[in-house]
Protein backbone atom coordinates (compact mmCIF):
# COMPACT_ATOMS: atom_id res chain seq x y z
CA UNK A 1 0.00 0.00 0.00
CA UNK A 2 1.31 3.73 -1.26
CA UNK A 3 2.54 5.35 2.07
CA UNK A 4 3.75 8.92 2.93
CA UNK A 5 7.45 8.99 4.59
CA UNK A 6 8.69 11.68 7.17
CA UNK A 7 12.38 12.20 7.86
CA UNK A 8 13.88 12.35 10.28
CA UNK A 9 11.55 10.63 12.90
CA UNK A 10 12.48 12.43 16.11
CA UNK A 11 14.89 15.72 15.94
CA UNK A 12 16.23 17.21 19.07
CA UNK A 13 17.90 21.04 18.03
CA UNK A 14 18.74 24.10 19.75
CA UNK A 15 16.58 27.25 20.39
CA UNK A 16 17.46 29.01 17.33
CA UNK A 17 18.91 26.43 15.10
CA UNK A 18 16.74 25.57 12.31
CA UNK A 19 15.56 22.71 11.26
CA UNK A 20 14.21 20.66 7.67
CA UNK A 21 11.88 17.83 7.94
CA UNK A 22 11.02 16.15 4.63
CA UNK A 23 8.43 14.13 3.40
CA UNK A 24 7.61 11.75 0.26
CA UNK A 25 4.52 12.25 -0.85
CA UNK A 26 2.53 9.27 -2.81
CA UNK A 27 3.21 9.83 -6.32
CA UNK A 28 0.21 10.23 -7.72
CA UNK A 29 -0.90 12.78 -5.11
CA UNK A 30 -1.24 16.26 -5.34
CA UNK A 31 -2.47 18.03 -2.60
CA UNK A 32 -0.08 18.67 0.18
CA UNK A 33 0.03 19.45 3.97
CA UNK A 34 1.76 19.86 7.28
CA UNK A 35 0.11 19.64 10.71
CA UNK A 36 1.47 19.45 13.76
CA UNK A 37 0.33 17.93 17.50
CA UNK A 38 1.45 19.35 20.66
CA UNK A 39 1.52 16.60 23.05
CA UNK A 40 -1.64 16.02 24.70
CA UNK A 41 -3.25 18.43 22.15
CA UNK A 42 -5.36 18.38 19.24
CA UNK A 43 -3.59 17.99 15.76
CA UNK A 44 -3.04 22.03 13.95
CA UNK A 45 -3.40 22.85 10.10
CA UNK A 46 -0.02 24.53 9.53
CA UNK A 47 0.03 24.62 5.45
CA UNK A 48 -1.54 23.45 2.30
CA UNK A 49 0.16 23.45 -0.80
CA UNK A 50 -0.60 22.92 -4.18
CA UNK A 51 1.11 23.40 -7.88
CA UNK A 52 4.07 24.76 -6.36
CA UNK A 53 2.54 27.22 -4.05
CA UNK A 54 1.06 27.37 -0.94
CA UNK A 55 -2.92 27.36 -0.54
CA UNK A 56 -3.77 28.37 2.25
CA UNK A 57 -1.87 28.63 6.24
CA UNK A 58 -3.01 29.06 8.91
CA UNK A 59 -1.70 31.85 12.08
CA UNK A 60 0.83 29.45 13.24
CA UNK A 61 2.55 29.54 9.34
CA UNK A 62 4.46 32.53 10.61
CA UNK A 63 7.63 33.81 8.83
CA UNK A 64 9.73 31.50 10.67
CA UNK A 65 8.04 28.60 8.27
CA UNK A 66 8.55 28.43 4.52
CA UNK A 67 7.40 25.05 2.51
CA UNK A 68 8.88 24.08 -0.33
CA UNK A 69 8.87 20.99 -2.97
CA UNK A 70 12.67 21.26 -4.15
CA UNK A 71 12.88 18.22 -6.55
CA UNK A 72 9.23 17.49 -7.45
CA UNK A 73 9.41 14.78 -4.68
CA UNK A 74 10.10 15.89 -1.23
CA UNK A 75 8.26 18.41 0.18
CA UNK A 76 9.82 20.21 3.21
CA UNK A 77 9.21 22.07 6.28
CA UNK A 78 11.64 24.86 7.66
CA UNK A 79 11.64 26.24 11.11
CA UNK A 80 13.80 29.30 10.64
CA UNK A 81 15.04 29.65 13.99
CA UNK A 82 13.07 26.96 16.41
CA UNK A 83 11.58 28.27 19.72
CA UNK A 84 10.75 25.92 22.46
CA UNK A 85 7.26 26.11 21.77
CA UNK A 86 7.79 24.42 18.30
CA UNK A 87 8.75 21.18 20.11
CA UNK A 88 5.71 19.09 18.62
CA UNK A 89 4.78 16.46 16.34
CA UNK A 90 4.80 17.26 12.79
CA UNK A 91 2.73 15.65 10.47
CA UNK A 92 2.56 15.85 6.44
CA UNK A 93 -0.47 14.44 4.77
CA UNK A 94 -1.23 14.08 1.14
CA UNK A 95 -4.08 13.54 -1.20
CA UNK A 96 -4.59 12.76 -4.64
CA UNK A 97 -7.64 15.30 -5.08
CA UNK A 98 -9.52 17.32 -2.78
CA UNK A 99 -13.50 17.40 -1.85
CA UNK A 100 -14.13 13.92 -0.23
CA UNK A 101 -10.35 13.01 -1.31
CA UNK A 102 -8.89 10.76 1.35
CA UNK A 103 -6.14 12.11 3.29
CA UNK A 104 -3.28 10.00 4.21
CA UNK A 105 -0.82 11.05 6.77
CA UNK A 106 2.85 9.85 7.53
CA UNK A 107 4.44 8.62 10.78
CA UNK A 108 5.29 12.25 11.74
CA UNK A 109 8.96 13.98 12.81
CA UNK A 110 8.79 14.63 16.35
CA UNK A 111 11.09 17.67 17.18
CA UNK A 112 12.55 18.66 20.31
CA UNK A 113 13.93 22.35 20.90
CA UNK A 114 16.17 22.42 24.01
CA UNK B 1 -17.37 29.91 14.89
CA UNK B 2 -17.08 26.44 12.99
CA UNK B 3 -16.20 23.92 16.09
CA UNK B 4 -15.98 20.36 16.71
CA UNK B 5 -16.69 19.04 19.69
CA UNK B 6 -16.11 15.19 20.65
CA UNK B 7 -17.38 13.12 23.66
CA UNK B 8 -16.59 12.04 26.01
CA UNK B 9 -12.92 13.20 26.01
CA UNK B 10 -11.74 9.77 27.43
CA UNK B 11 -13.39 5.91 27.41
CA UNK B 12 -12.16 2.83 29.27
CA UNK B 13 -14.18 -0.46 28.45
CA UNK B 14 -13.28 -4.42 28.70
CA UNK B 15 -12.70 -6.21 25.52
CA UNK B 16 -15.33 -7.25 23.84
CA UNK B 17 -17.62 -5.05 24.56
CA UNK B 18 -19.13 -2.31 22.23
CA UNK B 19 -18.78 1.02 22.09
CA UNK B 20 -19.85 4.78 21.27
CA UNK B 21 -17.98 8.11 20.75
CA UNK B 22 -19.87 11.07 19.69
CA UNK B 23 -18.88 14.14 17.57
CA UNK B 24 -21.13 17.67 17.20
CA UNK B 25 -20.54 20.08 14.47
CA UNK B 26 -21.33 23.68 13.74
CA UNK B 27 -19.24 24.00 11.03
CA UNK B 28 -21.05 25.71 8.07
CA UNK B 29 -21.06 25.15 5.09
CA UNK B 30 -20.67 21.62 5.19
CA UNK B 31 -19.22 19.23 3.07
CA UNK B 32 -17.71 15.79 4.76
CA UNK B 33 -17.82 14.65 8.52
CA UNK B 34 -14.47 12.13 8.64
CA UNK B 35 -13.47 9.94 11.51
CA UNK B 36 -9.57 9.11 12.50
CA UNK B 37 -7.73 6.49 14.57
CA UNK B 38 -4.46 7.41 16.07
CA UNK B 39 -2.60 5.56 17.54
CA UNK B 40 -0.04 7.08 20.37
CA UNK B 41 3.05 9.24 18.85
CA UNK B 42 1.63 7.78 15.23
CA UNK B 43 0.12 9.55 12.64
CA UNK B 44 -3.79 9.28 12.08
CA UNK B 45 -5.31 6.64 9.95
CA UNK B 46 -9.01 7.29 8.04
CA UNK B 47 -11.24 4.90 9.18
CA UNK B 48 -14.48 6.69 7.33
CA UNK B 49 -15.50 9.92 5.04
CA UNK B 50 -19.05 10.66 4.88
CA UNK B 51 -20.89 13.28 2.69
CA UNK B 52 -24.10 15.32 3.28
CA UNK B 53 -26.41 12.40 1.59
CA UNK B 54 -24.50 9.72 3.55
CA UNK B 55 -26.35 8.66 7.65
CA UNK B 56 -24.50 5.34 8.22
CA UNK B 57 -20.68 4.03 6.71
CA UNK B 58 -18.92 0.76 7.95
CA UNK B 59 -15.03 -0.15 8.05
CA UNK B 60 -15.09 -3.65 9.66
CA UNK B 61 -15.81 -3.15 12.78
CA UNK B 62 -16.76 0.63 12.81
CA UNK B 63 -19.55 2.19 11.89
CA UNK B 64 -20.02 5.67 11.68
CA UNK B 65 -23.51 7.50 11.47
CA UNK B 66 -24.40 11.54 10.64
CA UNK B 67 -27.41 13.56 11.19
CA UNK B 68 -26.52 16.80 9.08
CA UNK B 69 -30.02 18.07 10.52
CA UNK B 70 -28.45 18.01 14.03
CA UNK B 71 -24.92 18.30 13.05
CA UNK B 72 -24.26 15.46 14.94
CA UNK B 73 -22.15 11.89 13.86
CA UNK B 74 -21.02 9.04 16.02
CA UNK B 75 -18.45 6.26 15.48
CA UNK B 76 -19.67 3.11 17.08
CA UNK B 77 -17.06 -0.10 17.95
CA UNK B 78 -18.32 -3.41 18.06
CA UNK B 79 -16.81 -6.20 20.19
CA UNK B 80 -13.66 -4.16 20.82
CA UNK B 81 -10.23 -5.42 20.74
CA UNK B 82 -7.43 -4.34 22.76
CA UNK B 83 -5.73 -3.08 18.97
CA UNK B 84 -8.64 -0.65 19.35
CA UNK B 85 -7.25 1.72 22.11
CA UNK B 86 -6.07 4.67 20.11
CA UNK B 87 -7.01 8.78 19.96
CA UNK B 88 -10.40 8.66 17.57
CA UNK B 89 -10.83 11.83 15.84
CA UNK B 90 -13.93 13.75 14.11
CA UNK B 91 -12.61 16.41 11.29
CA UNK B 92 -15.46 17.92 9.34
CA UNK B 93 -14.86 19.55 6.49
CA UNK B 94 -15.84 23.04 5.02
CA UNK B 95 -17.19 23.30 1.30
CA UNK B 96 -13.62 25.49 0.92
CA UNK B 97 -11.89 22.00 2.00
CA UNK B 98 -10.60 23.51 5.18
CA UNK B 99 -10.71 20.41 8.01
CA UNK B 100 -11.55 21.86 11.00
CA UNK B 101 -10.37 18.76 13.54
CA UNK B 102 -11.99 17.57 16.92
CA UNK B 103 -10.00 17.12 19.97
CA UNK B 104 -10.42 13.10 19.91
CA UNK B 105 -11.77 10.97 22.47
CA UNK B 106 -8.82 8.88 23.97
CA UNK B 107 -10.30 4.87 24.36
CA UNK B 108 -8.54 2.53 26.51
CA UNK B 109 -9.60 -1.16 25.87
CA UNK B 110 -8.52 -3.42 29.18
CA UNK B 111 -8.04 -6.95 28.86
Known amino acids: EPEVTQTPSHQVTQMGQEVILRCVPI?????FYWYRQILGQKVEFLVS????????KSEIFDDQFSVERPDGSNFTLKIRSTKLEDSAMYFC????????????FGEGSRLTVL | KNQVEQSPQSLIILEGKNCTLQ??????????LRWYKQDTGRGPVSLTI???SENTKSNGRYTATLDADTKQSSLHITASQLSDSASYIC??????????WGAGTKLIIKP
Open chain 1, 49 to 56: FYNNEISE
Open chain 1, 93 to 104: ATRAYIGTGELF
Open chain 2, 50 to 52: MTF
Open chain 2, 23 to 32: CNYTVSPFSN
Open chain 1, 27 to 31: SNHLY
Open chain 2, 91 to 100: VVSESNYQLI
